[in-house]
């Protein structure tokens, strides 16, 4: 299984960048697909995910109302748009695939399968 992040670089504040993740070796149609992030010197937080069973999507508070997280199963990918980003947003963002298809799993790091490498997201003042 691999889990290819491209899309991140340098961004200014209140600009806009676009992750997309591939999947492959999966059963992408299975499989909930998350965003998380990790700044320097903290933990691994989440941001969003995309349940497979119903599409529904969840974020944290501190993205909701800027970032959209959608998925394409007929080219295995989920893409995360991230517009009015802040300083605060810098960080390695990872993707990541899980089983299950409830939220009440699905914003833990724990419940997921496989992880992509990561791609660094640089916000400016």
């Known amino acids: 299984v691999q889990l290819q992040a491209s899309g991140g670089g340098l961004a200014q504040a209140g600009g806009s960048l676009r992750l997309s993740c591939e999947a492959s070796?999966?059963?992408?149609?299975?499989?909930?697909m998350g965003w998380f992030r990790q700044a320097p010197g903290k933990e691994r937080e989440f941001v969003a995910v995309?349940?497979?069973?119903?599409?529904?999507?969840y974020y944290s508070d501190s993205v909701k109302a800027r970032f959209t997280i959608s998925r394409d199963n007929a080219k295995s990918t989920v893409s995360l748009q991230m517009n009015s980003l802040k300083p605060e947003d810098t960080a390695v963002y990872y993707c990541?695939?899980?089983?299950?298809?409830?939220?009440?799993?699905?914003?833990?790091?724990?419940?997921?399968?496989?992880w992509g490498q990561g791609t660094l997201v640089t916000v400016s003042s």
């Open positions: 990541a695939a899980s089983p299950y298809y409830d939220y009440s799993r699905l914003s833990s790091a724990y419940t997921y399968d496989y």
């Open positions: 070796g999966l059963r992408f149609s299975l499989y909930s």
């Open positions: 995309i349940s497979y069973r119903d599409r529904k999507t």
